[in-house]
């Protein structure tokens, strides 16, 4: 089975940056499209990146536009999430996501077949 790691999270101030990571193990990472989301207490998990296979195509959230940034590496089986300016409503835990999109289905969380354990974003004012 696929399995997921995420790690980088933290606290941090507002105005700060993270850098999450997440490893891929048990099947080829190149042949997968993955996704970012996260998830706050209370709220349901939303949809925050994704990125394709190759690495030539980026989606974003509207609200992560010009601030995050998804990338991966196939060599090293691993896709980041840059996450710069943050503000306390980024606070969430953040969770990789590994699947195969089809149009705009990398905005809905049942194309991911595959989920890490998640990592947690704390942004302190």
């Known amino acids: 089975q696929v399995q997921l790691v995420e790690s980088g999270g933290g606290l941090v101030q507002a105005g700060e940056s993270l850098r999450l990571s997440c490893a891929l193990s048990?099947?080829?990472?190149?042949?997968?499209?993955m996704g970012w989301f996260r998830q706050a207490p209370g709220l349901e998990r939303e949809f925050v990146a994704a990125i394709n296979r190759n690495g030539g195509s980026t989606y974003y959230a509207d609200s992560m536009k010009g601030r995050f940034t998804i990338s991966r590496d196939n060599a090293k089986n691993t896709v980041y999430l840059q996450m710069n300016s943050l503000t306390p409503e980024d606070t969430a835990r953040y969770y990789c996501?590994?699947?195969?999109?089809?149009?705009?289905?990398?905005?809905?969380?049942?194309?991911?077949?595959?989920w890490g354990q998640g990592t947690q974003a704390t942004v302190s004012s």
């Open positions: 996501a590994a699947g195969y999109f089809v149009t705009t289905d990398w905005l809905r969380p049942t194309s991911y077949a595959y």
């Open positions: 048990g099947r080829t990472f190149r042949n997968f499209d």
